[in-house]
């Protein structure tokens, strides 16, 4: 159970235009889960190779339990990297697979044995020890891959994506077991993804990460709820976003004039507020704080609610509504949508 | 990095190792050819000799390999490396190289069997350690006044190479199949105008075939003395003339019409053995002998002088000026002229090559074991080819005879 | 270890033993036919032996003979090891018969070519059977197939020995491509042969051509078979750069570098094309 | 078709489809059984030699049995043993080299971009297609100045120029379909770079590097022309000794030689079909 600084690191690969990660500062305060979570690309997976050690930083400083680890070779660092691509090795059996760092350590085979064993049980694979990978299904040979991981009890555990080639079933429950796995061990655990749903509901703590930077870093409904930045914003799913100019607690914006629940800060320059805070109701009626009249363009069925764009003045909204909710509605409806005050986020940039 | 450098840097270094070998001291090459024998002998004892020799015969590989080796590991504790070549003409070819190299002590070649213009070319090169043959203990039993030794193919020996053993032209034929063989070159080559596709000889530079086409040549130019002495353009011309012509006539009727020619003796031997051809011939008639025991000619081949003489060569070792181990190499030279081991090398049961010793000069027991020795029924007698030899022609008539013939013949 | 250096010392090795011992070889090579012989201390620079060489009377006939055997071979070659490939990959042919077909890759040239000859040749076994079953009388009746200025011994026995190698790698070619795609436009309506014709040899082709290439220039550069099989007159290119350099004659040693030089400009001249060819096959271009 | 076939039931279907794939299944074998006879024919009558003399025209079977060929060529003066022995010696060594050279660099060359990538390819691909003659030529002066002209170390050294491209391209291949994911997951795992070169990588790409290695044998030992000249004729390998016998018209000999010459080879492919039959058992029986 370690805790893991990241200090302005930096990368740049040979031959790319820009750096996979720039000035990246990121505090894993031990024995937690942290997701960090960013779209394909903004360098994720990158951060994880220079915690391991299979990419080396050009600046910054990576401290693991207090320890600098520039120099150190991964296999002595205590960072157990985990992907999305199970990466068991073909030629080897499931216990052979999972016993393989103890292995490499010099471990007794007896107690390599029932260690494997255990770790298995924690998996809730028993007895699956002589398989090949190649017969494991898709969710057996992840747990596998994760109970190799765990067996070895690392420092930190890194796990790129470990659910994304899974069905969405098998998903949640491995979901759960690394939660389980991560709470009965306490090992340091950081959790890369590109499913914001995933970021925020497994973790201690999220961390997102956009074109190389850390954007925003806290305890996941903050994150969710406070993004701070338009592009945080966005990511988060937070797909109305208002430009306005502020006054005190109130903003103009393209829709009209809007009330904030508290003081914007100084930086802000738009306010966001994500489709499902949005609320629909049907007529004209224009009555209260934050309601405007508007008519619907278009209605998307997506099984548990109904996505709809409404033109509110000059401006689109999107409008998450209860599917049953919605069934009154018809395209070109007049409604009225109400934007709660405490719903709405001003973000900078 | 997968691969540790220092096993990558350690095979490397293996592999770059050379070879040390361990010499004697050597002696300088005045010594060579003024110390007393012993000294020779001394400095030459627990060392080795290369001997390079055509390799394509497995008799005398076994030999060379076998008693030969015996008997100078025995005497003189020295090893006998047999080192087979394909063609003389490489080991002219390794010692050129040496020298070009600047490669002028430890060469590789210590001893050579040799004639003709390979030793032309090490002589003139002076690419040969000269002036120890006759001073060989063994050299006393050699008649060097006889031109056939002391002219190798008309270049002088001058002390550079030593004799092994003496060779002459025979053709062979199947008895089976030829009742009588015509002797004289003239009715030879009717016999081949009579019978189309039955003749052809291996095309020069072999060795074999140009001995035959020298064959023509003296018959052509109205024989061996139009020829002899140092080349004279002149007379080549006159020669070449009638030669070349009586060869281009005679294509039609060779093999596949003179088209292609075999391009080896061996392959010349091929095509009589399986009836494609009534013919062979070798410079050296044991080897119908020898062929016939190891499965190469039928039971029935019998071999043959021309009437009108045969060419009669002498084949020697000779010692290269770089050569590594210079002493040892003498001491094999001159073991090689001994009575017993050219007797052994004359014994057709072991190889059957006719000795290069003048038997008038060894006892009269000696000389009558040469005498009584066995000789096979495919091998002409001695006697009859020692009638009929003429001297060889020199280097250069014999160059120019084999350049003429590819130019104006073999293409 | 920054990763550029663990690169280099990778490629360090290959590059430093193929730069020495080939393109040093050549270098010396090439030098040595201009009269500069750095290891002997000679530097008297001449165009001699390229004239010599040149003046070779034989020396165009040679290179064409060459070129014919070279071309024959990789033609025949080619088409039988595709025939062989496809066969085996329809066959799904058993590990025996991959392996006899195998079976010439480990036999090495000198070895086919004798065989060649005691098979071919006009007292040969062919011709004996031949003459067994009442077709030919004297050997001389039997077609002259070995050392007849056709070459054609040579262009068997190369076919012989390279039809493995390219079908291996026609096999290879055909597993790497699958039989999706045939069959999709056999879906579609494509007769067999066309579906070899439109999709499969297009797929495949990269591959083979590439084979083909150094089949090619392999038999442009081998001795062996030549020697053997050829004829007295006139001979391949090896044959004759080969008995140039072991002449007695110390002069033609440089001529038979520049014979060999000339041999090694037509390799040149396949490489180029080779580059073209490999480009979509071998690992070389399947770069994460 | 095949919405008839499948109507049947399990076993007509079978045995329509065979019916319908039996005359092209015929043909492609007869094609096969003839094409293998060709490619097998000109071994025949060099094991037939081995083991007769005196074979000549017209007999289409040989008159007699005759082993002499094999005592002579197993006869300590011979020296064909000792040939077969440095035969082996050579072409492993070669073998050797060529994979401690090829191997990473075809790994560089499968799975790296870098500045200077064509020249490279274009230094592995060259000896293939520019014949060694002139190469050897080239180097012989300088083998000779160094000693290594006509000495067992030099022709390995010489071997290296025909099979080290071999090696490269076929590991560059193997590589490319490589996850080196694995590598880096066994680092992770705690494996020290020879541990994961000994437990990962080796045992992944035994099947792909037998082959590489496979390749690299066979052409070291056909080798004939760079053996000759940089060896002076004095590196007797299994294929000059052979050519010796060949151009004394020794047919028995140069039989009995020829089949020695063939062994190791056919061991060799054996050997590595072995190991590709197992790598393709594995994944058989794990899927």
């Known amino acids: 159970m370690s805790r893991i600084v990241l200090e302005s690191l930096t990368k740049t690969y040979p031959g790319a235009p820009r750096p996979a990660v720039r000035g990246f500062d990121l505090d894993l305060p031990a024995g937690t889960l942290t997701t960090l979570v960013g779209p394909s690309g903004c360098g994720k997976s990158t951060v994880l190779r220079l915690i391991a050690g299979l990419a080396e930083p050009d600046a910054g400083r990576i401290l693991i339990g207090g320890q600098p680890m520039a120099g150190i070779p991964p296999e002595r660092r205590g960072a157990v990297l985990m992907g999305q691509d199970h990466r068991l090795f073909p030629h080897m059996s499931v216990a052979e697979n999972v016993g393989f760092g103890l292995r490499m350590r010099g471990v007794d085979p007896a107690v390599i044995r029932s260690k494997v064993a255990d770790m298995l049980d924690l998996v809730q694979l028993p007895g699956l020890e002589s398989r090949r990978p190649s017969e494991l299904s898709g969710g057996q040979a992840q747990r596998v891959a994760l109970a190799r991981a765990l067996v070895v009890e690392p420092a930190v555990l890194l796990l790129d994506e470990p659910l994304s080639d899974l069905d969405p079933e098998l998903r949640l429950d491995m979901r759960d077991l690394i939660r389980r796995a991560q709470h009965q061990t306490g090992i340091t655990t950081l959790f890369v993804t590109h499913d914001r749903e995933e970021a925020v509901a497994v973790a201690d703590r999220t961390a997102v990460m956009l074109a190389g930077e850390l954007a925003r870093h806290g305890r996941p409904a903050d994150v969710f709820e406070r993004p701070l930045t338009r592009a945080v914003a966005l990511f988060m799913g937070a797909t109305n976003v208002l430009d306005g100019r502020f006054d005190g607690r109130s903003v103009t914006t393209s829709i009209g004039t809007l009330t904030l629940a508290a003081p914007p800060p100084p930086e802000a320059t738009a306010v966001v507020i994500r489709p499902e805070r949005i609320r629909l109701s049907a007529g004209s009626g224009t009555s209260g704080v934050n309601t405007f009249a508007c008519s619907i363009k278009s209605l998307e069925y997506r099984g548990t609610h109904v996505v709809a764009t409404v033109a509110a003045a000059t401006d689109m909204l999107v409008v998450a509504v209860p599917a049953e909710a919605a069934a009154g509605h018809g395209v070109g409806d007049p409604v009225a949508v109400h934007l709660p005050p405490e719903a709405l986020q001003p973000v900078s940039g | ?411 | ?288 | 078709m095949t919405a008839f076939g499948a109507a049947l039931p399990r076993r007509a279907g079978a045995l329509v489809r065979r019916a319908a794939a039996r005359p092209q299944g015929f043909a492609a074998r007869s094609a096969l059984a003839l094409l293998l006879v060709l490619l097998v024919a000109p071994f025949l009558p060099v094991v037939v030699w081995s083991v007769t003399r005196a074979w000549f025209y017209p007999a289409i079977v040989p008159q007699t049995l005759d082993l002499s060929a094999w005592t002579s060529v197993f006869s300590a003066t011979s020296g064909v043993p000792a040939a077969l022995g440095r035969s082996v010696l050579i072409a492993l060594s070669a073998t050797g080299l060529a994979m401690l050279f090829g191997v990473p660099a075809g790994r560089a060359l499968a799975l790296h971009r870098f500045p200077g990538r064509r020249l490279v390819e274009v230094l592995v691909l060259a000896p293939l297609v520019v014949p060694p003659l002139a190469v050897a030529m080239g180097l012989h002066a300088v083998f000779l100045k160094i000693g290594l002209a006509g000495t067992v170390p030099g022709v390995v050294l010489a071997h290296i120029i025909p099979t080290l491209p071999y090696v490269i391209l076929v590991s560059a291949s193997v590589f490319s379909a490589f996850d080196t994911g694995l590598e880096d997951q066994a680092r992770s795992l705690g494996a020290t770079p020879s541990q994961v070169l000994r437990h990962v990588t080796v045992p992944l790409l035994a099947p792909g590097l037998a082959v590489a290695a496979l390749f690299a044998f066979l052409v070291s030992w056909s080798q004939y022309g760079l053996t000759l000249l940089v060896g002076s004729g004095r590196v007797p390998t299994m294929p000059l000794i052979l050519m010796q016998f060949v151009t004394a018209g020794r047919q028995d000999v140069a039989g009995a030689i020829a089949v020695l010459t063939v062994l190791p080879g056919v061991l060799a492919l054996v050997l590595s079909a072995r190991i590709l039959a197992a790598a393709a058992a594995r994944e058989r029986t794990t899927s």
């Open chain 2, 1 to 411: 990095m997968p691969i540790p450098r220092r096993i990558v840097l350690g095979l490397l270094a293996g592999a770059l190792a050379l070879p040390v070998a361990a010499r004697a001291a050597p002696l300088s090459e005045d010594a060579l050819r003024t110390a007393p024998f012993e000294t020779i002998v001394e400095a030459a004892r627990g060392g080795t000799v290369n001997f390079f020799l055509w390799g394509g015969d497995d008799r005398i590989n076994a030999y060379v390999s076998g008693p030969l080796a015996e008997a100078l590991k025995a005497e003189y504790g020295i090893t006998l490396n047999r080192v087979g070549v394909a063609d003389t003409a490489e080991v002219v070819n390794q010692i050129l190289s040496e020298q070009e190299a600047g490669v002028t002590d430890g060469g590789a070649v210590d001893l050579v069997w040799i004639n003709g213009e390979n030793f032309r070319t090490l002589k003139t090169g002076g690419l040969l350690l000269c002036g120890y043959a006759e001073r060989l203990p063994n050299a006393r039993f050699v008649d060097w006044s006889d031109p056939s030794i002391a002219n190798d193919f008309g270049t002088p020996v001058d002390g550079c190479e030593v004799p092994w053993s003496k060779a002459r032209f025979a053709l062979a034929y199947d008895s089976a199949r030829t009742a009588e063989p015509p002797k004289t070159m003239a009715a030879f080559l009717d016999w081949v105008r009579a019978n189309p596709g039955r003749f052809t000889y291996a095309a020069p530079p072999d060795f074999n075939g140009s001995a035959f086409v020298r064959h023509v040549f003296m018959h052509a130019a109205g024989g061996a003395e139009a020829l002899s002495g140092p080349f004279d353009q002149a007379r080549f011309d006159a020669a070449a003339e009638k030669a070349y012509g009586l060869l281009d006539d005679l294509e039609p009727f060779l093999w596949r019409e003179g088209r292609t020619y075999p391009t080896d003796i061996a392959q010349l031997n091929q095509l009589f053995a399986n009836s494609e051809v009534d013919f062979t011939f070798n410079y050296e008639p044991t080897v119908f002998g020898a062929g016939v025991a190891d499965g190469r000619f039928p039971e029935t081949t019998r071999s043959f002088a021309f009437d009108d003489g045969t060419l009669a060569n002498t084949s020697y070792v000779a010692v290269p000026f770089n050569a590594a181990n210079k002493a040892a190499a003498l001491v094999l030279a001159n073991h090689l002229l001994s009575p017993a081991e050219q007797l052994r090398k004359a014994d057709p049961a072991v190889w059957g090559m006719a000795t290069a010793l003048d038997l008038d000069r060894l006892t009269p027991a000696e000389a009558e074991a040469f005498r009584a020795l066995p000789r096979h029924p495919a091998v002409i007698a001695d006697e009859d080819l020692a009638d009929r030899a003429m001297a060889e022609l020199s280097a250069d008539w014999l160059e120019a005879i084999e350049k003429g013939w590819i130019e104006r013949v073999g293409r």
């Open chain 3, 1 to 288: 270890m920054p990763a550029s250096i663990r690169l280099a010392l990778m490629l360090l090795p290959a590059v430093v033993v193929l730069g020495g011992l080939f393109l040093g070889g050549l270098v010396l090579a090439i030098i040595r036919t201009v009269g500069i012989v750095p290891f002997a201390g000679r530097f008297d620079p001449t165009l001699e032996p390229w004239t010599r060489a040149l003046q070779e009377p034989d020396l165009l006939l040679s290179i064409l003979v060459t070129l014919w055997v070279a071309a024959a071979s990789t033609l025949i070659a080619t088409a039988l090891g595709v025939g062989a490939a496809l066969l085996l990959h329809r066959a799904g042919g058993g590990r025996l018969v991959t392996l006899l077909v195998q079976f010439n890759l480990t036999v090495p040239h000198v070895v086919t070519a004798v065989g060649m000859a005691w098979l071919l040749g006009q007292s040969g076994v062919l011709a004996r059977l031949a003459h067994g079953a009442g077709a030919i009388d004297r050997p001389g009746d039997f077609p002259a197939l070995v050392n007849d200025p056709w070459f054609v011994a040579d262009i068997v026995a190369y076919v012989a020995k390279e039809v493995p190698f390219v079908a291996v790698v026609a096999l290879a070619m055909l597993a790497a491509v699958g039989s999706a795609p045939a069959i999709t436009a056999r879906c579609l309506g494509a007769t067999p042969l066309q579906a070899f014709r439109h999709v499969t040899w297009p797929l495949i082709r990269p591959g083979i051509l590439a084979a083909a290439t150094v089949v090619f220039a392999f038999v442009l550069g081998t001795y062996e078979v030549p020697a053997v099989l050829g004829p007295s007159h006139p001979k391949a290119l090896p044959v004759l750069a080969y008995q140039m350099f072991t002449s007695n004659d110390i002069a033609d040693r440089p001529a038979a570098i520049v014979v060999s030089l000339l041999m090694a400009a037509v390799g040149v001249v396949c490489l180029v094309a080779v580059r073209r060819l490999m480009r979509g096959i071998s690992g070389l271009e399947v770069v994460r």
